[in-house]
């Protein structure tokens, strides 16, 4: 388990709580790691990320679920927030209540795409789950 307690954990769970965007690096089939933006809910315990699927980073986690989390850091390089987890494509529904927080967090996002709530739903079905195994910043 993740300590959140130290101050770096404390920083990263305050981000993990209000950001918007994270990057999501996967390892393709030739370990190389390929890095991309996304937008993500965290719980208190995984963070959510849907995706379209037979895209690029469902096949990565697919092969090899080690991925990587930042966040972008601010203009002189500070608040760097970097989390080591353990990705899974989930079979089963997600809670309701997990879902409605992802749709109230990304509401605006939303609107400004061009995406009801439920052409989102049909256009990123997959759902990915990343559990955290490590963090430094």
């Known amino acids: 388990m993740v300590d959140f307690n130290s101050l770096i954990g404390r920083k ?7 950001e918007q965007i994270i ?12 890095p991309r933006p996304v937008w993500f809910h965290w719980d208190g315990s995984d963070v959510l990320i849907f995706s379209q699927t ?3 980073k469902v096949r990565h986690i697919l092969h ?10 601010d203009s002189s390089g500070e608040e760097v927030g970097v989390m ?3 990705a899974h494509i989930q079979a089963e529904a997600l809670p ?6 992802y749709l109230r967090k990304y509401r605006q996002g939303l609107q ?4 009801t709530v439920a052409e989102m739903q ?3 079905p997959v759902i990915i789950l990343v559990s955290l195994l490590s963090l430094r910043g």
């Open 84 to 86: 080591i987890g353990e």
């Open 112 to 115: 400004d795409i061009g995406l």
């Open 122 to 124: 049909a256009d990123y």
């Open 64 to 73: 090899n679920p080690k991925v990587a989390l930042n966040f972008n850091t």
């Open 23 to 34: 990057w999501l690096t996967t390892v393709d089939s030739h370990n190389t790691p390929q």
């Open 54 to 56: 037979g895209v690029a």
């Open 96 to 101: 309701t209540n997990r879902i409605r927080n």
């Open 12 to 18: 990263i769970k305050r981000r993990l709580r209000e």
